[in-house]
């Protein structure tokens, strides 16, 4: 490995992480109904993403082996997506949502992305804060996207081989 890229960070401690299988499906789904009230993925929308050759999802588990975050981008061309993020209530603020966001950066580049995109609700600003401090800017606002009314901001940061800037 070259000395321009950094070996992957392990999850915070306390967490293991793997690639999300097709048996995680439904516990992630029980998540993801709890997490986005307003707008969740159908169950079908979710195993259709999993095995999506353009798609790596992840899980991470707490020490009993419990999922307790998930996260999955997508990377077409030179252009990498967050299609999702979330870790559950009781372990936010653990570093968990960071790593997740890191992981997905690494996996975007070595799949030849340069840039990454994300939407947010414009009413989440501890999402936001998160991507702000990993690089991200704010590049349009979606009026009205989400099914509640909510707006969605648009944002992008290049992804770099140094990899990502510590807060
Ligand atoms: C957004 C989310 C993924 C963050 O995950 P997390 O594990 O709590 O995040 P981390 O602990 O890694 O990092 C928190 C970062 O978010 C930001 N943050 C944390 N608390 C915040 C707050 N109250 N207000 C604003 N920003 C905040 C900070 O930038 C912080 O960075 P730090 O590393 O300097 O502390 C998580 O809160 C979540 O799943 N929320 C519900 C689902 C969701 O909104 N998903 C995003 C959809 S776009």
Do not use: C
Not at 93 to 110: D, F, I
């Amino acid at each position: 490995m070259s000395p321009e890229t950094p070996a992957p960070a392990p999850p915070p401690a306390g967490y293991s992480a793997r690639p999300l299988e097709l048996a995680d499906v439904e516990a992630v789904h029980r998540l993801e109904v709890r997490l986005f009230p307003a707008d969740a993925w159908p169950l079908e929308m979710l195993l259709a993403e999993v095995g999506h050759p353009t798609r790596r999802y992840t899980v991470v588990q707490d020490g009993a082996g419990v999922v307790v975050a998930y996260a999955g981008m997508m990377a077409v061309g030179d252009t990498g997506d967050v299609q999702t993020i979330a870790v559950v209530p009781e372990h936010e603020g653990r570093g968990v949502g960071r790593w997740l966001m890191e992981r997905m950066h690494r996996q975007a580049r070595e799949a030849g992305a340069a840039t990454m995109m994300l939407e947010v609700r414009a009413d989440n600003p501890r999402a936001e804060g998160l991507y702000s401090s990993l690089g991200y800017e704010r590049i349009h606002v979606r009026r009205r996207y989400y099914p509640d009314g909510a707006d969605a901001v648009i944002m992008r940061k290049t992804l770099t081989p140094e990899g990502d800037p510590r807060p």
